[in-house]
């Protein structure tokens, strides 16, 4: 049975950190590229950050360039994003999402809240 599991969201002070974690069971997850998406209520849902594997080539928003740093373990089958100087607009849940391109079928993970408020 596939499975991701999000993990490390939670309410944080703007300008404080959150290290989110995405573990994998159940399918190869050293061969799919993972990403990080987020959806605030009432928008739709937006790629945040993505990984390539074996290489590890990152891609990220612009939104969050600079202040967030996605990787992973293959041997543990975890998906991390770490997150620094986080701003009220980063308020969100956060899914971890492996892709399956054409030939695979691509899974999502049920999400975690990040609220950054004062």
């Known amino acids: 049975q596939v499975q991701l599991v999000e993990s490390g969201g939670g309410l944080v002070q703007p300008g404080g950190s959150l290290r989110l974690s995405c573990a994998a069971s159940?399918?190869?997850?050293?061969?799919?590229?993972m990403s990080w998406y987020r959806q605030a209520p009432g928008k739709e849902r937006e790629l945040v950050a993505s990984?390539?594997?074996?290489?590890?080539?990152?891609n990220y928003a612009d939104a969050v360039k600079g202040r967030f740093t996605i990787s992973r373990d293959n041997a543990k089958k975890t998906l991390y994003l770490q997150m620094n100087s986080l701003k009220p607009e980063d308020t969100s849940v956060y899914y971890c999402y492996a892709y399956g391109g054409l030939f695979r079928s691509g899974y999502w993970g049920q999400g975690t809240q990040v609220t950054v408020s004062s």
């Open positions: 159940g399918f190869t997850f050293s061969s799919y590229p």
């Open positions: 990984i390539t594997s074996p290489s590890g080539n990152t």
